[in-house]
């Protein structure tokens, strides 16, 4: 009863006119700047941080809150429209969503991101209120072999489940893996892969790699292959921006089952939103195929419901994470714990008893955000589709200067635009020789986190590599690990089966047909 007495008081406080402002100005500009390939949430919330030093703290982060959630829906609108995504937690959802826009759906693809971002975030919200004890024990769990099978999970599931052919899934997972190693040594402080160039010391950044791989190598591809190898044109959007009772029924078990997905993630800091979108995708993919018309491939809804809902639901819970545990989970939340530490915040348990109107006001914003991005992105998703009806060329021009001005705005440095270059052309040949893009991102997001992660347990254990298997999360996770390469391997081969067996039925009825 105290806890909704407290969220109560934080309502009142958020829905104050000028609280209710600043939570629609920054659901504005987060969608935005969100819709820039290369500018994401986390990009809008840093550039935002010395506009809010004239405002008070609960303000500050009200708005703070309606730009994180409202650069999730914007990183997101670019992926389903031109395969763009703003930000790597953006990318599964551009899988189905493009397609479905491709296919004249891109006002329902919209529907299903904001309905999804919007189911992901409500029910986040929620848990953040009621089960921080939960959440503060359960990450309290994790150790370095708990985060390494974690991480050995994510590589093994997106090289090997999410793709269809593994060879090409493992050699995307490991050209990540190299990305992620370039750079100083954080233990011993030798410069790896660097060259000898000091452009190189601190690493290649992930926005750099994500721009270059999706957004610069896409507009190569069609500038040299697409244009002359199809002759086909995008199909203008048309029909309701809104799902009807047939699609709504199609996506809620997805958004649901994402939801389910996304939350622990929320409290584990294992790269973000990433890899729950990645699971999200792969388990609504595994289970597509079990049916006797399987629609991924060809703009499945819940292709797209499933990762939008997973991502939001993360995304909440990090933000719970970050204010019940001080534990930033994402590059955002990072962003947010330097500016709590601005206004001398320091979240964490202690944060509930200091400055409890902030806290319970913050959590409020977020029921209140979501609202206010359901209410703006569902009228307007029918006017963010007619961006595709914009010409082939001004727009992959546009994709072009501002995948150039985003880099630039992160670093600074003319070398980041040459690597951007060299990044796209990469993903010109990934695209071309059909190699999946997704095992190369989890394989750099996560590559640090595994490499730590193993020195650590490692030097805990005096070089005993058996701690790795020592506890029961690590064993669960390989346990299930096992369980769903086995059930992929047998699905694979039944479909292989399968696929054999159709020609020699359609020979033997050719056959029969001739005889008569």
């Not at 030798?190 to 000091?198: E, I, Q």
């Amino acid at each position: 009863m105290d806890t909704l007495q407290l969220l109560g008081e934080g309502f009142l406080n958020a829905l104050t006119p000028a609280n209710l402002l600043w939570v629609l100005i920054g659901c504005l500009l987060g969608t935005a700047v969100g819709v820039l390939p290369g500018l994401g949430s986390s990009m809008a919330v840093a550039l935002l941080l010395p506009v809010t030093f004239s405002l008070e703290p609960t303000a500050a982060f009200i708005m703070f809150a309606g730009v994180y959630f409202g650069g999730l829906f914007g990183d997101s609108t670019m992926g389903i429209l031109m395969n763009t995504p703003g930000q790597a937690s953006a990318i599964a959802s551009t899988f189905e969503g493009h397609k479905m826009a491709l296919n004249g759906r891109a006002a329902q693809a919209l529907a299903t991101a904001a309905i999804g971002a919007f189911i992901g975030g409500f029910i986040a919200s929620i848990a953040v209120v009621f089960l921080a004890p939960v959440l503060a024990d359960f990450s309290s769990r994790f150790g370095p072999a708990e985060f390494f099978a974690l991480a050995v999970f994510a590589f093994a599931a997106t090289s090997s489940i999410v793709t269809d052919n593994v060879v090409k899934g493992l050699t995307a997972l490991f050209i990540g893996l190299g990305i992620a190693v370039i750079g100083v040594d954080g233990v011993s402080g030798a410069p790896r892969f660097t060259m000898d160039s000091p452009n190189l010391f601190d690493g290649i950044s992930l926005v750099t790699v994500t721009v270059g791989l999706l957004a610069l190598g896409e507009v190569i591809y069609v500038a040299s292959l697409a244009r002359h190898t199809s002759g086909k044109r995008l199909i203008a959007p048309s029909g309701r921006p809104w799902l009807s009772r047939k699609e709504f029924v199609e996506a809620t078990p997805a958004w649901l089952r994402g939801t389910a997905i996304g939350l622990p993630f929320g409290v584990v800091p294992a790269g973000g939103s990433e890899i729950p979108t990645f699971l999200a995708f792969g388990l609504e993919k595994r289970l597509d195929a079990r049916r006797t018309d399987p629609q991924f491939g060809r703009g499945a809804i819940r292709g797209l419901a499933a990762p939008e809902a997973a991502g939001n639901s993360t995304t909440s819970m990090a933000m719970g994470a970050l204010l019940a545990l001080g534990l930033p989970i994402s590059a955002t939340a990072a962003i947010m714990l330097a500016a709590f530490r601005q206004y001398g915040l320091q979240p964490g348990p202690l944060l509930f008893d200091r400055a409890p109107d902030l806290v319970w006001s913050l959590l409020a914003s977020f029921f209140i955000a979501m609202v206010v991005l359901l209410i703006l992105n569902l009228p307007f998703a029918m006017l963010w589709a007619k961006l595709l009806l914009i010409p082939r060329p001004y727009l992959y021009a546009g994709i072009t200067v501002f995948c150039g001005l985003g880099i630039y705005a992160t670093s600074g440095s003319t070398f980041d635009l040459l690597l951007l270059l060299g990044i796209g052309l990469l993903g010109f040949l990934m695209r071309a020789l059909d190699f999946p893009i997704a095992p190369l991102i989890i394989g750099m997001v996560l590559g640090p986190l595994a490499e730590t992660s193993l020195r650590d347990a490692a030097m805990s254990a005096n070089g005993d590599f058996s701690v790795l298997v020592a506890g029961p999360i690590p064993i669960v996770l390989y346990l299930l690990l096992a369980l769903v390469l086995a059930i992929s391997l047998r699905s694979r081969f039944l479909a292989r089966r399968r696929a054999r067996a159709l020609p020699e039925h359609d020979g033997e009825r050719e056959r029969a047909s001739s005889g008569r």
